[in-house]
C-alpha cells in the first residue's frame, strides 16, 4: 500500500499563537514542531501497521522544513520546501497512491474554530468556492481526487473535521483540539498522538472501494480581500473579474486551473 501524507502545523494540538507556527524564527515554536512531528509520525506508524511499505510525507507548513525526518520510519520519504506547482500543499501526490491523509490541518479563513485560522495566506478574509468557506485541507484533498487518489484521513481543529466531513464518503477525522475566539481547548499531545495512530490504522484498514468522493462540475471562486487594492491587481490575473470594491472571481470548469490560480493570487 502506497500511502501519501500532507501535514501542517496550525492544527496540531499544541498551537494557539502565531508565533508559535514560526518554526524558522521563533524559539518558543521548537517545541510545537516536535508535537507536528509526532503527530505525523504516529500517522506513518498507523499507516504501516494497515499495510503501507511506503510513504510520502509532504511538510506543507511555511518553510516545508519543519519536521524532524529523523524520527520518521524507514519507508517514508520526505518531500521539503517548495516547487510552486499547483498541487501546493499537496505536491508529490499522484496516481498510483492507494489514499491520502492530512495531519494538522486547520479552519478556513473567514471561520471560527481556530484562532489560526485562514487559506493560503492572510491576505483573504475568506475565499468562497461555490458559496462555501474553503479551507486548505479543501482545496488539496480535492488535488488529490484529482489524481484518483482518495482522502481517508484528517486531524486538526474540530470545526474543520466538522465542516469537512461531507467532502469525503470514508473519511475518519481527529479532533485534537477546539478554538473560541482567540482561545483553543485541546486534548493532552500524547492522546493527540495516541489516537492519531489509531484512528489513522482505522481509516486505512476501511473497504477503500467507493473512497474517492466526487468533484464539483464547475467552479466559482470568489476572493475578499482585506486590501481592496489587492482585489483590484489580482483582478487582472487571467480569468478573473473584479466584482465588489475587495472581491474577484473566477469562474471555471477545470480544478487545475483554480489550484493554479491559487499560486499567484495569494
Known amino acids: 500500500m502506497r500511502v501519501f501524507i500532507s501535514c501542517d502545523i496550525e492544527g496540531i494540538t499544541t498551537t494557539t499563537l502565531w508565533e508559535e507556527t514560526h518554526t524558522m ?4 515554536a521548537a517545541a510545537h514542531a ?3 512531528t509526532a503527530e505525523v509520525k504516529a500517522a506513518c506508524e498507523g499507516a504501516i501497521a494497515a499495510g ?5 510525507v509532504k511538510d506543507a507548513h511555511g518553510s516545508g522544513t519543519n519536521i524532524d525526518v529523523t524520527q520518521l520510519p524507514e519507508c517514508v520519504e520526505v518531500q521539503r520546501n517548495w516547487t510552486g506547482h499547483p498541487y501546493g500543499m499537496a505536491q508529490g501526490v499522484e496516481s498510483g497512491f492507494d489514499a491520502a491523509m492530512f495531519v494538522g490541518y486547520h479552519n478556513a479563513a473567514g471561520r471560527d474554530g481556530n484562532p489560526l485560522s485562514h487559506t493560503m495566506t492572510l491576505g483573504p478574509l475568506w475565499i468562497k468556492i461555490n458559496g ?3 479551507s486548505e485541507f479543501m482545496l488539496y484533498s480535492w488535488a488529490c481526487a484529482l489524481e484518483g487518489v482518495p482522502t481517508v484521513f484528517l486531524s486538526g481543529d474540530r470545526q ?3 465542516d469537512s466531513m461531507p467532502l469525503h464518503p470514508k473519511l475518519v477525522t481527529v479532533p485534537v483540539k477546539s478554538g473560541m475566539g482567540s482561545a483553543t481547548r485541546s ?3 500524547a492522546l493527540a498522538v495516541k489516537r492519531i495512530r489509531e484512528e ?3 481509516a486505512l484498514r476501511q473497504d477503500l472501494q467507493g473512497a474517492l468522493c466526487s468533484l464539483p462540475q464547475k467552479y466559482v471562486v470568489e476572493i475578499c480581500y482585506r486590501d481592496h487594492a489587492k482585489a483590484t491587481k489580482m483582478s487582472y490575473f487571467p480569468g478573473f473579474k473584479k466584482i465588489e470594491d475587495n472581491i474577484i472571481q473566477l469562474k471555471t470548469k477545470d480544478l487545475f486551473e483554480v489550484l493554479r490560480a491559487m499560486q499567484f493570487v495569494l
Request: aromatic share 4%.
Open 25 to 28: 524564527r521563533e524559539a518558543c
Open 34 to 36: 516536535r508535537q507536528m
Open 52 to 56: 503501507a511499505d511506503y510513504i510520502l
Open 132 to 134: 462555501v468557506k474553503t
Open 160 to 162: 474543520l473535521c466538522d
Open 187 to 189: 486534548i493532552s499531545p
Open 200 to 202: 489513522s490504522e482505522r
